[in-house]
């Protein structure tokens, strides 16, 4: 895509988010959720292949379903409330409420509405996937964080439990890349949404630390290209660090301690557990494990075996790498060695 | 406590900067160094004065786990000297490098006040191991092994943190300090046995508890010496580390809620001791072997009186040193015939009779042998069940009796008898060897003389 074009798309995908975190009108965030949808259109059918138009139709769809339900929610609350502001919708209203968390949830990729995130994910580039699945989350879960007074925890919670445990099972017949990562991110929303109705601050970190580990796992495999495990399992010739850096970064995201991606795991146990859901907890600290046996796949594949590769020598020679990968380091810094830190994160308001 | 942990986090610019020459002489030189440093801990006094900040203190129980620890890591590095021989420089420090790490979160998990700083420290050493065991392993089951031994250890693991945090909100606070006086004892409906389960579960995978002990053979043969050695000494006395701490808050539920474990720990001791009679594998004999001495002290912790907590620590330390002076032992026979199969190497007394006295010094202490601590581990363990149920004197005695069986078995198939022909081109015994052997069985010895700096809390 040519460069003003390219700028001109991103300026406007940027400006719709903003849009809808920074208003209280509804009507306001329908537009800045509109505006987001309609210009990532030509971001995901970037590279004119039949595989990206169908994930662009399938993207188009969803989220126009899904922006459809959220104004019939927003009218429907104007009708009955009279006002338009986030902050004062009516939670007996049974009807709001179950519509706005289908909508929001939908845009999310929860399930049970997250056929649509795999398939998507896959059919575009690495990096147009990381576009998907780190910044258009933002929007909704703003708008969820503003009005996370209102809604039915238990419908919430439901949804958060069902969507680890699809993000768990999902991924683990997978070999694709962008799929797992997929997976991956809705497994991780059920986290950060189970934990919304008790303390959304915490929501947030989840998000930060799942923003960051996402953003390292694609620009790393974005960096030769993997979208399969199977080319993955050539990186230790081309280029052993990132190799370790792919190990300490899916141990992360799996929640293992000692590293950050245990942080948000441990907090929202603890805040589930002050709250007397101690079974919700259990679970899904369970469930979790499922999807670290996928990343242990993808590990084995990567850094703890040496696969043979299509070269005879060693090492190959190392060429000046051509991608830009930039905040590479201290993002992987930050999203794994950061667990001694965590009381710091308490600021987080 | 930061003059051990500093020093042992600094040794990893040592193996860094270290030139290819220098590497060993150095990592050995300084881990023993620390050594010293940690030796004053063993002085205790008994008023549990040695806190020594909010984070970290050391008690009776901590301080012979830590000296453990501490003495085991020159004895791996030395051990791993001759199968990293021919991998490359970045590799070899790699290596090291995860000893080290494992190293730093074992010291603190044994020094740790708070107790969900003790669980992610506890969950910290599984990252380490599973690098150990799955990359440097020697055989293809080895990415099993790293996998059974991962989820094993984490299921059981995630109720704990779950059961954790509901008991510092229901009592205020983890710290271990604090709660040996703030204790209350836990209520009677049923949901304080899902507390206890979840409380106890994750120490009984890591023991390991007879019916979850799968885990246990695969990584210990998969993994490379200094692996079996770590595994074998000192994390699976993680387990009973951290059951003996948290016993303050299962109180009375043990009384009822242990009985299904005493049951399994009772059988599944003579099976795994039956096993081991079986065994072709040498590493694999070993590795039930320790299934079985670590039943003897599951069953001590959940019995709870003085003695039987003054066993389990002392067959904890005996018992780390023998089973890793076997696995030393096996390692020697592996790196000269390649096989850890029993029957390709027989009669080594004939060649190597240096090492021959190690393997019956070994085998003498693996059976428990008076007057050295294993015997006294056992003994007081035997003598508590005896008192708690008269019946248990049947199975712990046919034990004994079988874990004597299988010493000598393991003994005098490697050591005794005719030789087989195709062994008569092997090396001679080195001295590092040597070294690693009797530095294995110094401080058994000494310690018989004076064991009450093991004998735990309790003493």
């Known amino acids: 895509m040519k460069l003003p074009i390219l700028t001109i798309v991103m300026t406007t995908i940027f400006t719709g988010t903003m849009l809808t975190m920074i208003s209280s009108h509804w009507l306001l965030i329908w537009i800045g959720l509109e505006i987001n949808m309609l210009s990532i259109i030509p971001i995901l059918t970037k590279n004119q292949k039949p595989r990206s138009t169908e994930a662009a139709t399938k993207y188009f769809l969803t989220q126009a379903t899904a922006s459809m339900l959220l104004m019939f929610t927003i009218v429907f609350n104007a009708m009955h409330s009279g006002q338009w502001t986030t902050t004062n919708i009516d939670p007996n209203n049974m009807i709001v409420s179950l519509t706005m968390i289908i909508a929001l949830t939908m845009k999310l990729g929860m399930t049970p509405f997250h056929f649509w995130v795999p398939e998507v994910t896959q059919g575009v580039s690495l990096m147009t996937g990381m576009l998907l699945l780190t910044w258009q989350k933002l929007a909704p879960i703003s708008i969820m964080m503003q009005m996370f007074t209102s809604i039915n925890s238990i419908i919430l919670l439901l949804i958060a439990l069902m969507s680890v445990l699809v ?48 953003i390292i796992m694609f620009t790393m495999l974005n960096m030769n290209t993997n979208t399969t495990t199977l080319t993955l ?116 308001n | 406590m930061l003059k051990i942990i500093i020093p042992t986090i600094m040794l990893f610019p040592v193996i860094w900067y270290s030139n290819s020459t220098m590497i060993w002489i150095n990592m050995t030189s300084y881990s023993l160094m620390i050594n010293l440093m940690t030796l004053p801990l063993l002085n205790q006094a008994g008023n549990n004065s040695n806190n020594f900040s909010l984070t970290f203190f050391s008690d009776s129980l901590s301080s012979p786990l830590l000296m453990l620890t501490v003495w085991l890591l020159p004895l791996m590095i030395m051990a791993s000297q001759h199968h990293l021989m021919k991998e490359s420089m970045t590799r070899k420090k790699l290596y090291l490098s995860m000893l080290i790490s494992l190293q730093m979160f074992l010291i603190m998990t044994f020094s740790a006040t708070e107790l969900i700083l003790f669980y992610i420290l506890f969950e910290a050493t599984l990252i380490p191991t599973l690098i150990i065991i799955t990359r440097w392993g020697n055989q293809t089951e080895r990415l099993n092994a790293g996998l059974y031994f991962l989820f094993y250890t984490l299921i059981g693991s995630l109720p704990l943190l779950v059961a954790l945090i509901y008991v510092q909100i229901s009592l205020g606070s983890l710290n271990y300090l604090v709660m040996n006086i703030w204790f209350q004892d836990m209520s009677s409906p049923w949901s304080s046995n899902l507390l206890w389960l979840a409380c ?164 003498l202490t693996n059976l428990a042998l008076p007057p050295f601590i294993n015997l006294i581990g056992e003994l007081f363990v035997i003598m508590a069940s005896f008192s708690w149920s008269s019946v248990t004197i049947a199975m712990t005695g046919l034990n004994m009796l079988i874990t004597a069986l299988y010493s000598l078995y393991m003994l005098t198939m490697t050591q005794r008898g005719k030789f087989t022909y195709h062994i008569h081109n092997i090396k001679p015994s080195y001295t590092r060897e040597n070294t690693l052997m009797s530095m294995h069985m110094l401080p058994l010895i000494m310690l018989t003389f004076n064991p009450k700096i093991i004998m735990g809390l309790t003493y």
């Open chain 2, 200 to 363: 106890i579960m994750a120490f009984m995978v890591k023991m390991p508890l007879y019916g979850l002990h799968l885990w246990l053979p695969k990584a210990h043969v998969e993994a490379p010496i200094a692996g079996s050695m770590v595994l074998a000494a000192v994390l699976l006395k993680l387990g009973g580390y951290g059951m003996l701490r948290l016993t303050i808050i299962l109180n009375p539920m043990t009384k009822i809620m242990a009985y299904p474990f005493i049951m399994l720990c009772l059988w599944g001791m003579i099976m795994t001791s039956s096993i081991c009679l079986r065994q072709t594998d040498l590493k694999s004999l070993i590795a039930y072997s320790s299934v079985s001495h670590m039943a003897l002290v599951i069953v001590a912790i959940l019995m709870q009186t003085p003695w039987s907590f003054m066993g389990a620590t002392a067959l904890m330390i005996a018992h780390g040193l023998t089973s890793s002076m076997l696995f030393c032992l096996a390692n020697s026979n592996y790196e000269r015939i390649h096989s850890r199969t029993m029957l390709l190497a027989r009669g080594l007394q004939a060649f190597l009779p240096l090492m021959a006295t190690w393997w019956l010094l070994a085998s």
């Open chain 1, 233 to 348: 399992s050539n990186l230790w010739n081309k280029s052993p660090t990132i190799t370790m850096m792919i190990l300490i970064s899916l141990l992360s995201l799996g929640g293992l301690p000692p590293l950050t991606g245990f942080l948000p795991k441990w907090v929202i146990i603890q805040e589930l557990t002050k709250n007397n859901n101690i079974a919700m907890a259990t679970v899904m600290a369970i469930m979790a494990l499922l999807n670290l046996y996928f990343y242990m796949r993808l590990i084995y594949s990567t850094s703890l075996t040496l696969f043979p590769t299509p070269n005879n020598i060693k090492m190959k020679w190392q060429f000046q790498p051509k991608k830009r990968s930039l905040f590479l380091s201290p993002l992987i810094i930050l999203s794994t060695l950061t667990l001694p830190l965590s009381p710091v994160f308490s600021t987080l």
């Open chain 1, 167 to 214: 993000g768990g099972w999902g991924g683990l017949n997978q070999t694709q890349l962008r799929k797992i990562l997929a997976y991956s991110s809705i497994a991780h929303m059920g986290w950060m949404m189970a934990i919304l109705t008790f303390c959304p601050s915490l929501t947030m970190l989840n998000l930060l630390i799942y923003l960051m580990l996402t």
